[in-house]
């Protein structure tokens, strides 16, 4: 397993009770993925090498292992494995949003708390954004949309409820000619 995010930690660790061995190897000393993965992984038996790079896959029509290089020594060793799984992550590409005047830092769109950017009517959510404090998980990304959208929502129609009621609550699911007769109904018995 190649990488150093919680993709290859979770995939590694996932994989831990299927697998006769798993090496988990990442280029950095330090990894991005929570320490609490990592450490679980370890716990798990995965096998960690840090500061380390694939430098190449060993085999002919399949997988016979790979060639691990030290990103300090320069020292080679091969070891024997029957996949490679690379969880690499992305480098975020803005492309055309670059043009579309909003602020950006390092690749990121800066948004404020109602997930709004610089230009009025644009706003943003998950792994593209930026702002003070921000963390960055799946959970938050999730939350971060249902924000963005309500107060897209608001700007688009000031009448709007910026708070769209909690999916449990039937009351807003209903229509008022539903509402009036199911409360009608209740009130007979």
């Known amino acids: 397993m190649a990488g150093g995010g919680d993709s290859a930690v ?4 996932a994989l831990a009770p299927l697998a006769g061995r798993i090496t988990l190897v990442h280029r950095r000393t330090a990894f991005r993925a929570h320490r609490a993965g990592v450490r679980a992984a370890a716990e798990a038996g995965v ?5 380390t790079e694939i430098e190449a896959v060993l085999g002919g029509a399949g997988v016979d292992g790979v060639r691990l290089v030290d990103r300090t020594s320069g020292e080679t060793e091969e070891i024997p494995c029957q996949s490679v799984i690379a969880a690499l992550g992305f480098t975020a590409s803005l492309g055309p949003l670059e043009r579309w005047g909003l602020d950006i830092a390092d690749r990121r769109i800066v948004v404020n708390s ?4 610089s230009a009025p ?7 593209i954004t930026e702002y003070p404090g921000k963390v960055r998980l799946m959970s938050v990304g999730f939350g971060e949309a249902a924000t963005a959208v309500a107060n897209a929502a608001v700007s688009l129609d000031p009448a709007a409820d910026l708070f769209p009621g909690h999916s449990t609550d039937d009351a807003g699911q209903l229509g008022n000619a539903q509402e009036k007769e199911t409360g009608d109904a209740l009130r007979d018995r």
């Open 10 to 13: 979770d995939r590694a660790l």
């Open 47 to 51: 096998g960690i090498r840090v500061n």
């Open 114 to 117: 109602r997930m709004a950017t």
């Open 121 to 127: 009517g644009i706003f943003a959510a998950g792994d």
